[in-house]
């Protein structure tokens, strides 16, 4: 279990609103029932986690434009991006998180997913592959996830989208960009590192320049 945390549950979203943990109009619940998504993970009671909408519209631009046929989601939380890559066409899925027990819930119906319960880091040291990675790392390690997948570029053939916070100071922007073959995008108040190898500047400038 995460340092701290004491307790994790998944819970109904519909639970969530009706009891005043979050509100109907908070974009994580927005984000969840555009995908039909109904379980979010909470912690200690208190703190509720699921995909952003900047998370979700980069993710589907990326699918669209990439057309992968396999794709990880790292730190899968809710299984929104999983359920996204479903909806999309992808034909081989991996959830991995920690604490999948939403994901279990929302993904019941959905084909062609695999949902592995492992710490990420753990996970991408057994020398998996995909074409499309998507990483929506806690806040604590998100510079860890996009040093590591910096540094191993094999686990995606194609891309790697990272989310790295909602702030992000304009020297670390500067100098993540200056990296060969990575680029930084904003959406909707998120920030995230996009990765990719060879031949494909043309594709990820396209997808920028539909994300801007």
Request: aromatic share 8%.
């Amino acid at each position: 279990m995460r340092a701290g945390v004491r307790e994790v549950k998944p819970v109904r979203i519909d639970w969530l609103t009706r009891t005043a943990k979050v509100s109907p109009m908070s974009p994580l619940v927005l984000a969840a029932e555009k995908l039909g998504i109904r379980w979010l993970m909470l912690f200690d009671g208190e703190y509720v986690y699921g995909s952003s909408p900047g998370l979700i519209e980069a993710a589907d631009a990326l699918i669209r434009a990439m057309r992968p046929r396999s794709l990880i989601d790292l730190f899968g939380g809710s299984g929104a991006v999983s359920k996204l890559a479903a909806m999309n066409g992808v034909k081989r899925i991996i959830y991995v998180d920690l604490y999948p027990e939403a994901a279990y819930r929302n993904l019941r119906s959905m084909r062609g997913i695999e949902i592995v319960r492992e710490d990420a880091f753990k996970f991408l040291g057994r020398g998996v592959e995909c074409d499309l990675l998507i990483a929506d790392p806690p806040e604590e390690l998100a510079d860890k996830t996009a040093r590591h997948l910096m540094r191993n570029r094999r686990a995606f053939r194609k891309a790697a989208l990272i989310w790295i916070g909602s702030d992000c100071p304009r020297r670390k922007i500067s100098s993540l960009a200056r990296m060969r073959m990575t680029e930084i995008i904003e959406v909707w108040g998120d920030f995230f590192l996009i990765l990719w190898n060879r031949g494909l500047r043309d594709l990820i400038e396209r997808v920028k320049r539909m994300l801007e």
